[in-house]
């Protein structure tokens, strides 16, 4: 089962790191979500198991990283300059495919870790 963790308070343009474990198998993507209050779930970001090939969603690029360690079975999600409207409950999630930034095409879930910007 998939956990997720790193998640806390932290101030506008402060950083966090994201942990999910245990993670990937080979043709396995992990995907990175998030929910806010009142709005659905959102792709953050995915990487391919196999060959690390990221994608980013557009609020987030250029300020998060995702990242595997395929040794220790961990994806990270690096996140700096966060903002305020980061505020969510960011999701773990895995697919066995190709990449997709479609939640419904992500077959294994863990709890959410909140994360909470102050601005």
């Known amino acids: 089962q998939l956990q997720a963790s790193g998640g806390g308070l932290v101030q506008a343009g402060g950083s966090l790191i994201l942990s999910c474990a245990p993670s990937g198998r080979t043709n396995y993507v992990m995907g990175w979500f998030r929910q806010a209050p009142g709005k659905q779930r959102e792709f953050v970001s995915g990487?391919?198991?196999?060959?690390?090939?990221?994608r980013y969603a557009d609020s987030v690029k250029g300020r998060f990283t995702i990242s595997r360690d395929k040794v220790k079975r961990v994806t990270y999600l690096q996140m700096n300059n966060l903002k305020a409207e980061d505020t969510a409950v960011y999701y773990c999630?895995?697919?066995?495919?190709?990449?997709?930034?479609?939640?419904?095409?992500?077959?294994?879930w863990g709890q959410g870790t909140q994360v909470t910007v102050s601005s």
């Open positions: 990487i391919t198991w196999n060959w690390g090939t990221t």
């Open positions: 999630a895995a697919r066995n495919g190709d990449m997709s930034t479609k939640t419904s095409e992500y077959h294994f």
